[in-house]
């Protein structure tokens, strides 16, 4: 298991859980679960800008004048790596690429996620990182975004587990390995993160611009 590194320093207070206008845990047949957060939009935020962040998610940033991986900025206390584990087929970080995340949820080595990703969708709606087994979804993680008057309306779903009753022995692994307790703290660090997208994009953007 990977150590947990030193802080980073935070330039900007993060989002409390109390912020989003929806969380939920579903809990569904044969072991599946579901995370739901309905996030407080982003001002000044836009889906372009998004789908560029997460297009190069692996280039530098200056943050708290220094620089740094975009990873690494995006949630100072939590991220720990991110590599491109198989570029797409058309080249970079885009749809058909695999991700390679290191975080922990809450610093807690015990909350430690370390897992590669396929990007099944990347576009100017939204993200979508699946694991498969044999074919079959056992885990996806998916943002949504749109365009809204108060900023950018954004929302994430994680999927835990399969459908399918045959796969209900894999569920169960699966609630080990990410249990209920690991999930809420995931909630924490998801609306910490997508918040800070608040901060960091817009600076970003007029510094290419």
Sequence with gaps: ???????????????????????????????????????????GVTPAMLLDWFSHIGGTMTYGGETLPRYLAWHPLD????????????????????????????????????????????????IRLVQR?????????EHTWSAGVEGTHYVSVLDVGARAAAFAPINRLLARRLPDDMLEAWIAHNIEEVGHLEQLLPTLHAVHA
């Design 1 to 43: 298991m990977r150590v947990v590194p030193p802080a980073r320093a935070v330039l900007h207070p993060l989002r409390e859980r109390s912020s989003a206008q929806l969380t939920r845990v579903e809990h569904h047949p044969h072991g599946r679960r579901r995370a739901v957060i309905d996030h407080r939009p982003l001002a």
């Design 79 to 126: 991220h720990i790596a991110w590599d491109l584990a198989r570029e797409a087929p058309g080249g970079g970080a885009a749809e058909g690429a695999r991700f390679h995340i290191v975080e922990a949820f809450a610093r807690r080595p015990e909350y430690l996620y370390d897992g590669v990703d396929r990007v099944e969708k990347l576009d100017v709606t939204g």
């Design 133 to 141: 087994i044999a074919g079959v979804m056992v885990v996806q993680l």
